[in-house]
């Protein structure tokens, strides 16, 4: 499903000839690329993958899987005591 179109559009460029069409600044030069230009109706997509990073959700996400890792790591060390207890006795 495309979501906009490949285009030729018109940009300017850092040149040391001065463009004669009057379009771009000194020093610059009109010249055609290529564009994948993006539809109207599908730039709220595109607007809405743009978020900032959420540092603060991240560093919940991370405290809780480091969390995680040491309840587990006690919790296998206090089975071990428990099971070499029962083997020594």
Do not use: R, W
Request: proline share 4%; charged share 10%.
């Amino acid at each position: 499903m495309a979501i906009g179109t490949s285009e030729i559009i018109l940009v300017c460029i850092p040149s040391t000839s001065s463009d004669s069409s009057g379009y771009c600044p000194s020093n610059t030069a009109l010249t055609t690329t290529t564009a994948y230009l993006i539809d109207p109706s599908n730039a709220q997509t595109i607007d809405s993958l743009q978020t900032p990073f959420d540092y603060a959700y991240a560093g919940e996400i991370f405290s809780g899987a480091f969390c995680s890792v040491l309840i587990l790591h006690f919790f296998a060390k206090g089975l071990g005591f428990v099971i070499n207890f029962f083997k020594s006795a």
